[in-house]
């Protein structure tokens, strides 16, 4: 059974840092491409940030790019996003996400195992 879970989450100050890991069993994760989306309160579920199996590519939605960096390790199964300069809008839900093909994508149906997620805070 897969299993994705977050973790990392909490409240930050404006211009603040935060470090999400996504720790996943019942898989090899070298076969996986993995994203992370985000649900702000009130909003649709969107695409923040994914990575090619090998980490030999990586995507971004424009809002975040140079603020935020995704990583990972399939050595220890996990999956890292780091977020720097964080502002209120950032202010979500985030979530982990498996897509079998190891590609990137920001298609959230792509994707076919997702954790619980972590909530992410930042006050103004």
């Known amino acids: 059974q897969v299993q994705l879970v977050e973790s990392g989450g909490g409240l930050v100050e404006v211009g603040g840092s935060l470090r999400l890991s996504c720790a996943a069993s019942?898989?090899?994760?070298?076969?996986?491409?993995m994203g992370w989306f985000r649900q702000a309160p009130g909003k649709e579920r969107e695409f923040v940030a994914a990575?090619?199996?090998?980490?030999?590519?990586?995507y971004y939605t424009d809002s975040v790019k140079g603020r935020f960096a995704i990583s990972r390790d399939n050595a220890k199964n996990t999956v890292y996003l780091q977020m720097n300069s964080l502002k209120p809008d950032d202010t979500a839900v985030y979530y982990c996400?498996?897509?079998?093909?190891?590609?990137?994508?920001?298609?959230?149906?792509?994707?076919?195992?997702w954790g619980q997620g972590t909530q992410v805070a930042v006050s103004s």
């Open positions: 996400a498996a897509r079998p093909s190891g590609s990137t994508s920001s298609v959230e149906y792509e994707y076919d195992s």
């Open positions: 019942g898989l090899t994760l070298s076969s996986y491409g």
């Open positions: 990575i090619r199996w090998n980490s030999h590519g990586t």
